[in-house]
């Protein structure tokens, strides 16, 4: 289990009660959460490449040096599923069966746990 300290900003969160590092979006809502009480949620999330360590890291550079120096039109790729110099990529992991992906629904249940929000709380993914 991963354990994040964020007393200084975010009190309310208990190491105990945390269990991926999907907390450190998860617990954004937490103030607002206790102070209007949440309806609804929508968010995003970004990945950095260097998520895949230094493999990722290289594939990244070096492709990003290729691309900028003429050597190619887009970046090969190995480490990543598509080239990420000068893209976005639409998902992290795999989809699930209500068309989210894993990563999107880890967040997803660790802010409604961190906020003690009901498992059917509508958070929208855009």
């Not at 929508?42 to 990945?47: L, R």
């Not at 360590?53 to 550079?61: H, I, R, S, V």
């Not at 080239?83 to 802010?111: A, C, R, S």
Request: charged content about 25%.
């Amino acid at each position: 289990m991963d354990t994040l300290v964020t007393a200084p900003v975010t009190p309310e969160i208990r190491a105990d009660v945390i269990e991926t590092d999907a907390v450190i979006i998860g617990a954004g809502p937490v103030g607002l959460h206790k102070l209007f009480g949440l309806s609804k949620m929508v968010m995003s999330t970004y990945q950095a490449a260097s998520g895949a360590g230094q493999p990722g890291m290289d594939e990244l550079m070096e492709g990003t040096r290729a691309v900028l120096n003429g050597e190619r039109d887009v970046a090969e790729h190995k480490v990543f599923a598509h080239p990420l110099p000068f893209n976005v990529i639409p998902h992290i992991d795999k989809f699930q069966d209500n068309g989210y992906t894993k990563e999107e629904m880890k967040v997803t249940w660790e802010t409604r746990k961190i906020c003690g929000l009901a498992d059917d709380f509508p958070v929208r993914w855009v």
